[in-house]
Nanobody, 122 residues
């Protein structure tokens, strides 16, 4: 059973960048889709982006608007979410998840990390 761990969160000012990483242990990302979700205080968890580990295809939520990119590092067994031009409304706990289908529906994902906090101040 694969276990996921997020890293890279922090406090930044508006317009800054952050790079979040999702690392697998107890297994590899082979055949998985890795998704990123976020949850702000008082709001439901929402889809951010997803990438197919095998094929590299990506899928982004509309609100991303070209600000975020996804990449995979086979040597590190890691998926990175590069977030640029951050806005205060991007403040949330960011989670990575592993599933078998590239989708924005959180219930489809089987494994989840514990999350990492991203705070963007204005």
């Amino acid at each position: 059973q694969v276990q996921l761990a997020e890293s890279g969160g922090g406090l930044v000012t508006e317009g800054a960048s952050l790079r979040l990483s999702c690392t697998a242990s107890g297994g590899t990302f082979n055949r998985y889709v890795i998704g990123w979700f976020r949850q702000a205080p008082g709001k439901e968890r929402e889809f951010v982006a997803a990438i197919s580990w095998s094929f590299g295809g990506t899928y982004f939520a509309d609100f991303v608007g070209g600000r975020f990119t996804l990449s995979r590092d086979h040597a590190r067994n890691t998926v990175d979410l590069q977030m640029n031009s951050l806005k205060p409304e991007d403040t949330a706990v960011y989670y990575c998840a592993a599933g078998s289908v590239i989708t924005g529906t959180s219930s489809i994902y089987d494994y989840w990390g514990q999350g990492t906090q991203v705070t963007v101040s204005s």
